[in-house]
């Protein structure tokens, strides 16, 4: 089994994500071949947008909180 397909089984999972120097916390809703997508509380000064597209290189953690 790939890392890929692993992860599509937690997609509407509560799920935390660290890349370098920061952790990101949100609902995993799409889990692409190169990408990942999650739906994230608002940024006060941030884009207006809550989702949060986070490339699969860049992760070096991946911590399911609920499934």
């Not at 937690?10 to 890349?19: A, K, L």
């Not at 940024?43 to 992760?59: E, F, H, K, M, N």
């Amino acid at each position: 089994m790939r890392y890929v397909d692993w992860l599509q089984g937690f997609i509407g999972s509560e799920t935390e994500v660290t890349v370098s120097g920061d952790v990101i916390i949100g609902t995993l809703t799409k889990v692409g071949e190169g990408t990942i997508t999650l739906k994230v509380p608002p940024i006060i000064y941030g884009p207006p947008t809550d989702t949060a597209i986070i490339p699969l290189r860049s992760i070096e953690f991946v911590r399911i909180v609920s499934s």
